[in-house]
């Protein structure tokens, strides 16, 4: 289970799915708006707007829920998080995640962002 404080307004856009590997799967967020939910110490997390696909090598594809995490630590690095056996499943995304428009962080109304929108 996550836990933590309402997150701060603002919003991540991932323009296309992306997909990860970790371990024996292959997981492929969604596009569109990631909304926060919680806020935590470390960082926020930002719920997908659709569930998450895993792709096993051996098996059929899993839904899961999950999002993104932005970690606010000075890093400003993205994490995707897959909520697996009601836990969360942490998986590092690349340095340059959010440098090659993968996702984007925007602010919505008014408010500032964790961390620049990179283009």
Known sequence: MIEGRPARAMVVVLPSPYSFRHLLSTYTLPP??????????????FVAPAKIVASEMLSASLLYDGGLYLRTDG??????YV???N???????????????DGVVQPTQ?????APAAR
């Open 32 to 45: 569109g708006r990631y909304e926060p939910t919680l806020e935590d110490d470390s960082g926020a997390y």
């Open 87 to 101: 836990r969360p499943l942490f998986v590092a995304l690349p340095r340059n995640f959010s440098t090659h428009g």
């Open 75 to 80: 890093s400003n690095r993205f994490e995707a």
């Open 110 to 114: 008014g408010t500032g962002s964790l």
């Open 83 to 85: 909520i697996v056996r």
